[in-house]
């Protein structure tokens, strides 16, 4: 099987969405009681979040692609 890269705002995405639904059941159960109008501020906080995590990690994938720590005393390479 081909190894994928790792996407962290697709985790994040999945874990409030999990949350949400979660909430959800909770409150059809009647085991937890909350105002519904909570979770979708919550919903955009995560979204937005889930975008902050997917441009660090592209930040991070392409400072690593392009050599990335090499210090100007190392000089050019051979």
Same mark, same amino acid.
């Given at each position: 099987?081909?190894?994928? &890269?790792? &996407? *962290? ?7 409030? #969405? ?6 959800? #059941?909770? =409150? =059809?159960?009647? +085991?937890?009681?909350?105002? %519904?109008? @909570?979770?979708?501020?919550? #919903?955009? %906080? /995560? ?6 995590? +997917? +441009?660090? =990690?592209? @930040?991070?994938?392409?400072?690593? =692609? ?5 210090? *100007?005393?190392? /000089?050019?390479?051979?």
């Amino acid at each position: 099987m081909r190894r994928h &890269e790792f &996407e *962290p705002g697709k985790l994040v995405v999945g874990l409030v #969405l999990l949350a949400c639904g979660g909430a959800y #059941l909770a =409150a =059809a159960h009647g +085991s937890w009681h909350f105002p %519904a109008f @909570v979770l979708l501020p919550v #919903l955009g %906080a /995560g979204f937005c979040v889930a975008g902050l995590v +997917s +441009s660090l =990690a592209l @930040v991070v994938r392409r400072h690593r =692609a392009r050599g990335g720590d090499r210090t *100007p005393a190392d /000089g050019p390479r051979p």
